[in-house]
């Protein structure tokens, strides 16, 4: 498979395929002239590791399942057409279906810039669960930063509502050391007490307890992922996300979830953009086009 896909989509000094874990294939994006590395699995289009000068930005459950229809824990999953519980699988079935690779390029003028095209297309799987024709193409560049461009066309006859998120899993150094700033004055849905809607009065959102919050309609871009103890913080910048998803399990949440454990759940918070509170909704042969932008700067440069 990854002799296949090298074939077809290597680009010599800056992208290959491996076979990564359970076997699955794995993009390798490398940019030397960053100093960056980014790890995608077609498998839900998945990024699993991206490194900068400063380090490892992502985190990754070792309890992690790849494969078999299971979703990946940690990276950043691609949650479509449907955030959390519904009418079908918790957070939809992209992060957990094959998508296809269907360019590669490098883009010699400064800033270089590594770039892949991921899609997933309707198929009897997906009408199964969700009866509408669809292509989707999630498309990342590599330089200094890593951006995100993420197309939802209705390719029916019919108009759909969708949901989508890019639910990142940032490591920590620990997560009483990190903060997202940006928020203050944001209505959320605080979904660990049953969906109360409240205003963030902190600029700084620490997290010391289980947090699971959908904020809506946020303003402020970029937001800010501060940690006490890196070197550098990052910039979450998005256009066509409205909401922002704060979520950490905590303890005993942790504990309960087999491919997670609770000596994991210090070592991330998730910062995920999303189209969540007021779903898309995309008539026939309409796009739809999200970018999310994550930007590591030095602290004291802030
Ligand atoms: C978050 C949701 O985005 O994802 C939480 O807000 C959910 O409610 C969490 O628990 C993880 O979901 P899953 O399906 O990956 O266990």
Known sequence: MAETLNKKHGVEGYIHFESGESGLPK????????????????????????TTKYGEHIFMSKKALFGNG??????????????????????????????????????KTEPITVSIDLQLKDSKFTLDIWPHP??????IHLSTKVDIEWR????????????????????VSDIKNASAVGLKGVTYIDK?????????????????????????DVNQNPILLVDKERENSLKLHRTGFRDVVVWN?????????????????????????????????????QEWLGKH??????????
């Open 249 to 285: 399990p905590w303890t005993e949440k942790a504990r309960g979830m087999a491919d997670l454990g609770e000596e994991a759940f210090p070592k991330f918070m998730c910062v995920e953009v999303g189209e969540i509170g007021t779903p898309v909704t995309l008539p026939a042969g």
């Open 152 to 171: 939802v066309k209705n390719t029916g006859d019919n108009t759909f509502d969708f949901q989508a998120a890019l639910h990142t899993y940032f490591t």
């Open 70 to 107: 299971k979703a990946i824990r940690g990276g950043i999953p691609v949650i479509f057409p449907q955030f959390g519980s519904g009418k079908i699988q918790n957070h939809g079935f992209a992060r957990n279906t094959d998508w296809e690779v269907v360019g590669t390029r490098v883009s």
């Open 134 to 139: 669809f292509e989707t193409t999630l498309t």
């Open 27 to 50: 993009a390798v994006l490398t940019n030397p002239s960053a100093g960056a590395k980014l790890e995608v699995y077609p498998y839900g289009a998945h990024i699993s590791s991206w």
């Open 293 to 302: 932008s994550i930007e590591p700067s030095l602290q004291s440069s802030l």
């Open 192 to 216: 660990v007490k049953g969906g109360e809607r409240k205003e963030e009065e902190r600029p700084a959102v620490v997290i010391s307890e289980e947090v699971d919050r959908v904020y809506l």
